[in-house]
């Protein structure tokens, strides 16, 4: 089995937040990377600064998501998918929302992910036989557990997210191939400023008073650590929160304090 040095990751969503931190963490650790996002600007950035290889493609676009395939196999193939494209659009009801946002964040947390996975899948299992197991981890959302008002169709998309995972450890358990589901909760990243359509204020306020949300290094953290675990160990889900945060529609305002009794 070669070393973990050696191992080479395809990061979706790369260009910034959580997908950009688990670009630079996995570099940082020795770890070959393929950086995968829409800007290809963002993308020199990080690849100038971390060594790491970008590569342009919206996984939307199956035209663009066949040229990753491509790419990856004459490039010296993967060993680790992370599937962290993905967003959400406005806070409408069900009633209430735009249908064309729904479609959107179907296609990109959920068709984006499969069309990925089925691209690479091949890719993969040949890594596994070089080094013993390969893995795939979607970044999802405790929006794909929990529903709230306000999600609509961040919640449907994201369970559905969630589905495909979970039938995709299904159909490969025999396979040296371990799927993994990273599920945040508040992460104070841009997710915000792009749900609201750049509205700086609206988004701002989502982490008003709610003492230290997660960084996307947290999360980056978590999906390294899951990606180096021993090749037995298979860490199927990690829900990660912030303390303050008890469930998508509950937050503490204010310091975090020891209860005392009267």
Not at 81 to 97: I, Q
Not at 113 to 135: C, F, M, N, W, Y
Not at 146 to 158: D, E, H, T, W
Not at 252 to 260: D, K, T
């Amino acid at each position: 089995m070669v070393g973990m040095a050696s191992r080479r990751a395809v990061v979706t969503g790369a260009s910034s937040g959580i997908g950009e931190a688990t670009v630079r963490l996995l570099r940082a650790g020795g770890w070959d990377v393929i950086a995968v996002a829409r800007s290809t600007e963002k993308l020199k950035t990080i690849a100038e600064e971390t060594g790491a290889e970008a590569f342009t493609a919206d996984v939307s676009k199956q035209a663009d998501v066949d040229a990753l395939r491509d790419h990856v196999v004459a490039t010296g193939g993967a060993h680790a998918l992370v599937n962290n494209a993905g967003g959400a659009r406005g806070l409408d009801s069900v009633e209430k929302s735009d249908v064309d946002d729904w479609i959107w964040m179907y296609e990109v947390n959920v068709l984006g992910t499969k069309r990925v996975i089925s691209a690479l899948l091949p890719i993969l299992r040949a890594g596994a036989e070089q080094t013993g197991h390969a893995d795939i981890l979607n970044v999802t959302s405790i929006a794909g557990h929990i529903a709230y008002v306000g999600g609509s169709g961040y919640n449907a998309a994201k369970f559905a997210e969630r589905a495909l995972t979970e039938v995709l450890r299904l159909e490969l358990n025999g396979e040296p191939i371990r799927v993994i589901e990273v599920a945040p909760g508040m992460v104070r990243t841009d997710f915000s400023l792009n749900r609201f359509d750049g509205d700086k204020e609206r988004a701002d306020a989502v982490y008003a008073d709610v003492p230290e949300p997660l960084t996307a290094d947290d999360i980056a953290d978590t999906i390294v650590n899951a990606l180096e675990r021993p090749a037995h160990v298979d860490v199927d889900l990690i829900v990660v929160k912030p303390v303050a945060q008890a469930a998508p529609y509950r937050f503490h305002h204010g310091p975090l304090r020891v209860a005392r009794e009267d």
